[in-house]
Structures are given as C-alpha cells and as structure tokens.
C-alpha cells in the first residue's frame, strides 16, 4: 500500500512526482490506451490535469517545488490511476480529440476514434467537393466527433444523434466549451429511429458504434470497466449496431453522400458476414483500424445484403 502522507513528505519537485509516478505505474501493470500508451507520457498528462497545466510545457517546470496541496491532489491522482484504474481522462476531466479539448466523465466513452485523423484532413479525399453542409454524428457520445467536425469543417450544420439523454447533456457542455451551438444539435434517438426520411438528410455520417464483440468484452481490461457498456458491447461478432447502421443508413444520406462507419477490430467479422460486398477500408497514418467508407450509391446497391 502507498502511503500518500510519507510521498508528499519526501517528494517535493515536479520531477520528483514525475519519476515516482512513472514508477507506480509501471509496477502495477496499468493498461494505456486512453490517450497516451506509456507510463511517462501517462503520468505527464496527470500532472498537467492535477496542476491545471496546458498541453505544451517548457522543461524548465520539471524543477518546480509543489506546495503542499499540489503535492497532495498529484498523489490523488496517480492513486485513482493505480488503485481504482481509472482511464485518465476521467481523473483529469478532460481528453483531447482532433487537436480540441473535450470534457470527460463517465457518462461517456473517452474519445479517441482515428476519426479525428479523417476530420483534420477536411475528410478528404473521401468526401468531394466543397464542405458538407449537413452532417450526421451518429453515436454520438461526448459529441467530439461532430463538434470536431463542425469546427473542422465550418461551413457544416451537424447532428449529433444518442439513445442515451445523459451522454448528450456532456455533448451540450462541449458544444458550449466550443461556441458551435448555432451549428450543432443534439438528438435523442436510437440510431435513426427519431429522424424522418426525406427530412433528415445528410450529406456525410459519420459514426462510432458499439463494435465490441462478446469475447473481446470478457476480456478487456480494468480501465475500459469504467466506460458504458452500453457504448461498447454489440453482440456476439460486434456487429448489432453496424448492421443496422448499413441497412438504415441509405434512407438519410443525399444522392452524392457518404458514410464513414467505424467497427474496430470488428471489421474481419463484417467482411465474413457480408463477403460478396467490396468494402473500402481506410488507411490510418496515425494508428486504428476498421473504418469503412461507403458511397450511398454502393449502399443502394448492397441494400438487400443488409436486410
């Protein structure tokens, strides 16, 4: 057991707190994956949000002496972080998804679909033309996807679809942090079971289901426990939101749209459950895996494949 007291007594520097941290973290085998993927970037991040630090820091910081109460909230948070594994971005409030801040809590997934990789590139070159000007959000969550792509993109009005009322309150907090309540819109819905046809049309969705499939479920570790099922878990191959998504998706998007569909380490079971279908799959300079493009001219073709 660490005894928080003897470490703010003996520990005074922020490299003092950097190297111990790192340390703890290595020793007690904690999973990265919720925005760093090391224990010194890890416990870097921990700092900067118990400090309330910006994202760049000069080196010179690191021989700073933390009072007493710095020390102690520093401490806190490596204990959340060993003990209770919780991701990182609930300890400190906040993640970072396409270069943005975004408000984090338990309410939702933390961000970090390769999505954001797609939405910096001005979704090009999969979608032509000039900007999209509405756009689907679907699965939601915190929102980052769509308020990304509504800041990215400012020329786009977005949408920003979840079956859960309590996730979109901390998607509306974000879209206060920012300012694109003229252009971006909640929605409570079970994929497109609110919308209308017709009415509802977009020229671009984009969305990050639930693609987890059971065995993968069973096995995750300690830190994904935290997260919503809800926002994870989709059946046995991963695949019950994403059949859905494919087979609904056509009805809502204009002639010349396109759907951007994330289903992770799912994507082997979609190939295998649709194999006559060619797939466009997207290659991620920055990590991930899974994300298909489909024009909605392929999804009027495929459409009874998804029935």
Same mark, same amino acid.
């Given at each position: 057991?660490?005894?928080?007291?003897?470490?703010?007594?003996?520990?005074?520097?922020?490299?003092?707190?950097?190297?111990?941290?790192?340390?703890?973290?290595?020793?007690?085998?904690?999973?990265?994956?919720?925005?760093? @993927?090391?224990?010194?970037?890890? %416990?870097?991040? *921990?700092?900067?949000?118990?400090?309330?630090?910006?994202?760049?820091?000069?080196?010179?910081?690191? /021989?700073?002496?933390? *009072?007493?109460?710095?020390?102690?909230?520093?401490?806190?948070?490596?204990?959340? $972080?060993?003990?209770?594994?919780?991701?990182?971005?609930?300890?400190?409030?906040?993640?970072?998804?396409?270069?943005?801040?975004?408000?984090?809590?338990?309410?939702?997934?933390?961000?970090?679909?390769?999505?954001?990789? *797609?939405?910096?590139?001005?979704?090009?070159?999969?979608?032509?033309?000039?900007?999209?000007? $509405?756009?689907? @959000?679907? %699965?939601?969550?915190?929102? +980052?996807?769509?308020?990304?792509?509504?800041?990215?993109?400012?020329?786009?009005?977005?949408?920003?679809?979840?079956?859960?009322?309590? !996730?979109?309150?901390?998607?509306?907090?974000?879209?206060?942090?920012?300012?694109?309540?003229?252009?971006?819109?909640?929605?409570?819905?079970?994929?497109?079971?609110?919308?209308?046809?017709?009415?509802? +049309?977009?020229?671009?969705?984009?969305?990050?289901?639930?693609?987890?499939?059971? $065995? @993968?479920?069973?096995?995750?570790?300690?830190?994904?426990?935290?997260?919503?099922?809800?926002?994870?878990?989709?059946?046995?191959?991963?695949? /019950? %939101?994403?059949?859905?998504?494919? $087979?609904?998706?056509?009805?809502?998007?204009?002639?010349?749209?396109?759907? !951007?569909?994330?289903?992770?380490?799912?994507?082997?079971?979609?190939?295998?459950?649709?194999?006559?279908?060619?797939?466009?799959?997207?290659?991620?300079?920055?990590?991930?895996?899974?994300?298909?493009?489909?024009?909605?001219?392929?999804?009027?073709?495929?459409?009874?494949?998804?029935?």
């Amino acid at each position: 057991m660490i005894d928080p007291r003897e470490v703010t007594e003996q520990l005074v520097t922020v490299r003092d707190y950097l190297r111990w941290g790192t340390s703890v973290m290595s020793e007690q085998g904690v999973f990265f994956g919720h925005g760093t @993927d090391n224990a010194w970037d890890e %416990c870097l991040a *921990l700092l900067q949000g118990a400090l309330h630090w910006p994202q760049a820091l000069d080196a010179a910081v690191l /021989d700073s002496r933390l *009072l007493p109460a710095e020390r102690a909230r520093v401490v806190a948070f490596v204990l959340q $972080r060993v003990e209770q594994r919780l991701p990182l971005p609930y300890i400190t409030g906040r993640a970072w998804f396409a270069g943005l801040p975004f408000k984090v809590d338990r309410r939702a997934i933390v961000p970090r679909s390769p999505l954001a990789e *797609l939405i910096e590139q001005g979704m090009q070159p999969w979608y032509g033309g000039p900007q999209p000007p $509405r756009v689907l @959000d679907l %699965c939601a969550g915190s929102g +980052c996807i769509g308020i990304a792509a509504a800041v990215w993109l400012p020329g786009s009005v977005v949408d920003l679809v979840d079956i859960d009322p309590e !996730v979109l309150a901390l998607a509306e907090e974000n879209i206060a942090l920012h300012g694109v309540g003229d252009r971006v819109r909640p929605i409570v819905s079970d994929l497109f079971e609110a919308l209308t046809p017709g009415r509802d +049309c977009y020229d671009l969705i984009l969305s990050n289901p639930p693609y987890v499939d059971a $065995r @993968d479920l069973a096995e995750l570790p300690p830190e994904f426990r935290h997260e919503p099922m809800l926002a994870l878990a989709a059946g046995e191959d991963g695949l /019950d %939101c994403a059949r859905r998504i494919l $087979r609904g998706a056509v009805d809502y998007l204009a002639e010349d749209g396109v759907l !951007v569909l994330e289903v992770g380490n799912s994507a082997p079971a979609l190939e295998e459950a649709f194999p006559d279908l060619a797939f466009t799959w997207v290659e991620l300079e920055r990590g991930g895996e899974g994300v298909m493009v489909a024009t909605a001219a392929e999804l009027r073709l495929w459409r009874d494949s998804f029935r």
